[in-house]
C-alpha cells in the first residue's frame, strides 16, 4: 500500500484517496516570467513519478498543474523587455512553450489540465465574494483582504502559531488592512485597466489563484496537493484558509513537497547568483541523465547540486543504457506483465514507501547481474523503468568535440607522459581533457 509523509502529520499513513482507485491531484505551476531552472525540474520530476507510479498501480488520476501568468515580476518584465506591462501575455507565453520544451525534454508526462490565470477570473471574482459573506474576507479601498484571525485553525499546515507570526516578515504591511498578517485577495488597480470586479478594477492576489483553479475543476476536495517546500507557507497555508473558509470542510487530504536544490549548502536562487536554468544544464549533461540524476535522491530531502555530481550521474545512466540495450519491444508489454517481475515488486515497494527512488535504484544495482541473467526479467525491468520512472534508456549520443590547439597540446602532452611513465601528470592531463570533454580510452604502453 502506498504510504506518504503527511505534512499535517508529519508521520508516513497509508495513502486513503477519497474515492477508492480514484485519485485527484494538484501541483501547483510556475509563475512564467524566466526559464525554469534545475528546482522546477526536480518538483516536476517528483510529481510526474507519482503520476506514473498510481498510474501503474491501477488508480485512475486527474492531475491539474496551473500557470500562474500574471503576477508583479511577469508585469515587470514586459515592461522592462517590451516596453509596455500590458504585454505580459507575450512574456508569459514565450515562457510557457520553453517550460514545455524542458518538460518534453525530461520525459514528464503533460498533465490532465493546465489552467491559466487569466483564464478564470470569474471563477476567482466568485469565490471572493463568497469569502466576504462568509467573514473572511473584506474590502478596503478597492482591494480585498483575507482576515487571517478568522480562521481559528491558521499555522496548521506550516505548523506556525498566529500570535508568533510578526508583520513585515513574509507579509506586507499595509494601512489598509486590519490586521498585518492579512493578505491580498484582489489587488486594486488604475480604473479601467485588468479586470473588473465589484470593488473595481484590479486583479488578483496570488494565493487565491490556486485555490480556485484548484476547486473549481477538481472538487472542493483534493487528495493530493503538492508543490516545493518553499511554498508551504505562505502560499499552501494561505489555500487551506481561503478553501476551507469557503467550503467548511478539510481541502487536502495529502500535502507533498519537494525539499530545495541547494547550491554550496544555500538554497538556489537568482539573489545569490547560484541559479542554473535548465537549458543551462543541457548544455552540458544529456536531459535524460539530469531526470537520473533527480531520481537518485529521494525528493523529501534538500539536493546539493554539482556539475561534477551530475556528470558522474550521466556517466553511470550511459552504462544503465547498454546493460539493457539487448532487451527490445518493451511498449508490448502490459502493466500485468510487468508486475510478473519479482525484481519489479521489490522497486514498487521501495516507490510505495514515500517515494523512494534512491532505495529504488538500490534494488535494482543489488539484482543487476540478475536481471542481465535473464532475457524476459530484463525486458520487464527495463518496461518498468521507462514507464514508471520516465528514463528512456536509449544510449545516449557522443557529442562531437572539436579538437582545439589546446586540447591537441593537451593529447600530445599525455602520450609523451605515458611514454616517460609519468602516471600522475597523464593522469592529471587527463582529468583536464574529461573536464573539455574529451573522454579518453586507454591502450597499454
Known amino acids: 500500500m502506498l504510504n506518504f509523509t503527511n505534512t499535517l502529520s508529519s508521520k508516513t499513513q497509508e495513502f486513503v484517496p477519497l474515492k477508492p482507485k480514484t485519485v485527484n491531484m494538484y501541483v501547483c505551476g510556475i509563475t512564467p516570467n524566466d526559464y525554469a531552472h534545475i528546482g522546477h525540474g526536480r518538483c516536476y520530476i517528483t510529481f510526474d513519478i507519482l503520476f506514473r507510479l498510481l498510474k501503474f498501480l491501477d488508480y485512475t488520476v486527474t492531475y491539474c498543474r496551473n500557470f500562474t501568468d500574471i503576477d508583479d515580476k511577469l508585469l515587470k518584465r ?30 514528464c508526462l503533460s498533465p490532465d489540465m493546465e489552467p491559466r490565470v487569466t483564464q478564470m477570473i470569474p471563477e476567482i471574482v466568485e469565490f471572493i465574494e463568497k469569502l466576504i459573506k462568509s467573514g473572511h474576507a473584506y474590502e478596503a479601498n478597492g482591494s480585498v483582504y483575507y482576515s487571517v484571525r478568522s480562521f481559528p485553525d491558521y499555522g496548521k499546515l506550516s505548523k506556525r502559531n498566529i500570535d508568533d507570526l510578526k508583520a513585515g516578515a513574509r507579509v506586507d504591511v499595509n494601512d489598509d488592512k486590519k490586521d498585518p498578517l492579512d493578505f491580498a485577495l484582489w489587488k486594486k488597480e488604475d480604473e479601467g485597466t485588468f479586470w473588473q470586479s465589484p470593488w473595481g478594477s484590479g486583479r488578483p492576489g496570488w494565493h487565491i489563484e490556486c485555490s480556485v483553479m484548484s476547486t473549481t475543476l477538481l472538487g472542493p476536495h483534493l487528495d493530493i496537493h503538492g508543490g516545493g517546500m518553499d511554498l508551504i507557507f505562505p502560499h499552501h497555508e494561505n489555500e487551506v484558509a481561503q478553501s476551507e473558509g469557503v467550503h467548511g470542510e478539510p481541502f487536502s487530504r495529502y500535502w507533498i513537497h519537494n525539499a530545495f536544490v541547494q547550491i554550496n549548502k544555500e538554497k538556489m536562487s537568482k539573489s545569490l547568483g547560484n541559479f542554473f536554468t535548465l537549458r543551462d544544464v543541457f548544455e552540458k549533461i544529456d536531459p535524460m541523465a539530469v531526470r537520473y ?42 502493466d500485468e ?35 542481465q541473467a535473464d532475457p524476459e526479467e530484463l525486458l520487464r525491468v527495463k518496461a518498468f523503468l521507462q514507464r514508471v520512472l520516465g528514463i528512456t534508456l ?8 572539436k579538437i582545439t590547439a589546446e586540447i591537441q597540446q593537451l593529447l600530445n602532452d599525455r602520450k609523451q607522459a605515458r611514454e616517460d611513465k609519468d602516471w600522475a601528470r597523464s ?14 580510452q586507454d591502450q597499454k604502453v
Do not use: W
Open 78 to 107: 514586459a515592461a522592462d523587455e517590451l516596453g509596455d506591462k500590458f504585454l505580459y501575455t507575450e512574456v508569459a507565453q514565450q515562457y510557457i512553450d520553453a517550460y514545455h520544451d524542458d518538460m518534453k525534454q525530461l520525459n
Open 293 to 334: 540524476y533527480i531520481l537518485s535522491h529521494n525528493y523529501n530531502v534538500p539536493l546539493d547540486f554539482s556539475l561534477p555530481d551530475m556528470e558522474a550521474s550521466q556517466t553511470a545512466y550511459k552504462r544503465l543504457c547498454i546493460v539493457f540495450e539487448p532487451a527490445q519491444a518493451t511498449d508490448s508489454l502490459s
Open 337 to 371: 506483465d510487468i508486475k510478473k517481475s519479482p525484481i519489479v515488486e521489490k522497486m514498487v515497494a521501495k516507490l510505495e514507501d514515500d517515494l523512494n527512488t534512491a532505495g529504488l535504484l538500490g534494488v535494482l544495482f543489488e539484482n543487476l547481474k540478475a536481471i
Open 394 to 401: 536509449v544510449p545516449l549520443a557522443e557529442k562531437e568535440v
Open 427 to 440: 593522469d592529471a592531463i587527463r582529468d583536464r581533457l574529461n573536464e573539455l570533454g574529451v573522454d579518453i
